[in-house]
């Protein structure tokens, strides 16, 4: 079985995964699956086009890929422009993470897949206990500065 067909199918699972992990809808989920799939096999196609080329051309597989960035960059602007009537940030933490999910994407299509584990966990970190933390920061935030307490009187 050729490299490239576990690097899809790991990104597919790595989309999957981050999917799951930012919002339980069956088309978010299958949103970040694809661009991650996309962003690896665009990586793929990039790597193995110009590895291919005779030694008289000279191009940069770094062009391609770059695409990718751009188009997620114009996919993310329309989701923030998308999510104005909805809670403060949500668009631009949905189009943040559709990025890193591309990123992720390139990185597997490169063949980094350890670089795509370890920034995958701290993703589902970030996603997953971001409320909490934030939360524990503004109680420890009002214990030190004393606001913790309930004046009764006032």
């Not at 193995?48 to 960059?73: C, K, M, T, V």
């Not at 668009?91 to 990025?99: H, K, M, N, P």
């Not at 999910?101 to 990185?107: D, E, Q």
Request: glycine share 10%; hydrophobic share 50%.
């Amino acid at each position: 079985m050729e490299i490239w067909v576990g690097r899809i199918v790991l990104a597919a699972i790595m989309g999957f995964i981050l999917g799951v992990s930012t919002d339980r809808s069956i088309s978010t989920t299958r949103t970040y699956a694809i661009t991650c799939m996309a962003a690896a096999l665009l990586t793929i196609v990039s790597n193995e086009f110009f590895r291919n080329l005779g030694h008289p051309y000279y191009s940069d597989p770094g062009r391609l890929s770059a695409q990718i960035i751009s188009a997620i960059g114009f996919i993310g602007t329309g989701l923030i422009w998308m999510a104005e009537d909805k809670p403060s940030g949500s668009g631009l933490s949905l189009a943040a993470s559709l990025w890193i999910t591309a990123i992720l994407g390139m990185l597997i299509g490169a063949g980094l897949q350890q670089a795509v584990v370890l920034a995958t966990f701290l993703v589902i970190i970030i996603i997953c206990f971001s409320d909490r933390l934030i939360r524990c920061k503004d109680y420890l935030w009002r214990i030190l500065s004393g606001k913790h307490r309930i004046d009764k009187g006032e």
